[in-house]
């Protein structure tokens, strides 16, 4: 049993919590949340043409900057003959090089501009899509309030509002319990949604009573299946699902959107803070807030993709950052290009979907990858008594399927799985399917469809 005293500072902190997200927003975040939520609002009408010739100004004034205040890019720029100040298209820009992972970890505080102080800065550090830390500057209470003025504003599209109440079913500091209530947040410990925890879970939301649900798309979609699966009611005062932080595939918003009978936002980011996307009530294309970075979606020679369902990679250059100026930054995302209009009327750049990682493909014994999603029917009855699946590669050419089961599941599902699997896959890579309690999760607590090896 807990302690008296630890009883009353948790309820202190819950009180105080929920105090301080009950002051608007406007107010709470300071100037620089206010002066970001301004420049969104007047840019919505931009033409392309005033959206270019916007982010070509900002481009050279971020380049001008980094040049003047870091030694990083001062002493790259005058390596290759660049002078920011010529800058007039987007293909003046790609004769700078590609910003990696490794050139970020080991000049990091070359990057750094030399008008923050470094106890004006925090670190942050991101796991990123390969799974080894990188760590970045932030600018202290101004980075988070510029940040939140973007994601208040897409949310904002689908009728969200502050200070409701809201799930959080992400990765938490929860241990010894399944769920808490912090104020106006209801936080989930998704790593321990099971058959066996499930029932407390959502009666503890049903009993919160939200308005939205936020979270990584795997756990709200695990949660909706096994609560289908149960026959139990669905959230009455749901109003949105606010997915981020994973892929969300096809397959996963239809279900999260007919099942909570919600509208679906997709949020993309990264922690680098270089890019920002999201879908909008109109369709399910992606949109790329151009106040946040220019985007460049390049193909396998660096080229800008054309063609309409090329996949490309993400280069950003962030716009938000003066601190720490990550320009042409390889985020090792992916993106699928397309030359659709969203009928929202934004003159946003959109693409069909965005990648958290390149897409995922399962490697033969000969060493060829084979893409996965985009190959098996994920609407087939194979899949009728099968709550959640994830494929396990301990080595090329070896496949284990992990499956957590519905009720009706039997011997004959996972042959079928197995069987069906085997076929699309073909005879260079061997199938077997075991059943789990739960899934393998990263070390974020991300779910992928695929693990190459445990220490993805």
Partial sequence: MRPACDIVQRNMRTLVHSLYHRIPDHIRLGPAYRMQKALILRSRA????????????????????????????KTLFD????????????????????????????????????????????????????????????????????????????????GHRPNCRTVWARVSDLTDKLYEVRGLKLVVACGHLQKSTFKEIASAIRTFDPAYLFGYPSSLYLL???????????????????????DLQDYQREFLRSYYGVPVCNLYGNS??????????????MHFYPQYGFVEILDSRGQECTEEGAIGEIISTAFTSPAFPLIRYRTGDFAVFTKQDCGCGWNYKVAKQVHGREPEYIVAASGERRPFIATVNMHSNIFANITQFQLVQPSPGIVQVHVIPKDGFSAADGVAVTGELQRVLGDS?????????????TKRGKFRFIIHDRRD
């Avoid at 010739?53 to 003047?68: N, P």
């Avoid at 899509?129 to 980075?143: A, S």
């Avoid at 609560?227 to 749901?238: G, I, K, N, T, V």
């Avoid at 109003?239 to 994973?246: G, T």
């Fill in 224 to 246: 909706g299946q096994l609560m289908q699966e149960a026959r139990m009611p669905r959230f009455d005062s749901l109003r949105l699902i606010m997915c981020s932080s994973e």
């Fill in 429 to 441: 890579v061997t199938v077997t399917t075991q059943v789990v309690k739960r899934m393998i999760l």
């Fill in 46 to 73: 931009w033409s392309k043409r005033e959206i270019l010739d916007w982010q070509m100004g900002k481009l050279q004034e971020v380049l001008r900057l980094a040049y003047a205040q870091t030694s990083y890019y």
């Fill in 79 to 158: 390596k290759i003959g660049f002078r920011p100040h010529l800058l007039s298209s987007p293909a003046d820009l790609r004769r700078i090089p590609i910003l990696t992972r490794d050139d970020v970890r080991e000049s990091r505080d070359r990057i750094r501009s030399n008008n923050y102080p470094r106890p004006a800065l925090e670190v942050a550090t991101t796991g990123g899509t390969t799974g080894t830390p990188l760590e970045v500057y932030y600018e202290k209470r101004m980075t988070s309030a510029v940040e939140s003025a973007f994601v208040h504003d897409i949310w904002g599209r689908f």
């Fill in 272 to 285: 680098e803070r270089t890019v920002i996307a999201a879908n909008c009530p109109c369709s399910d294309l």
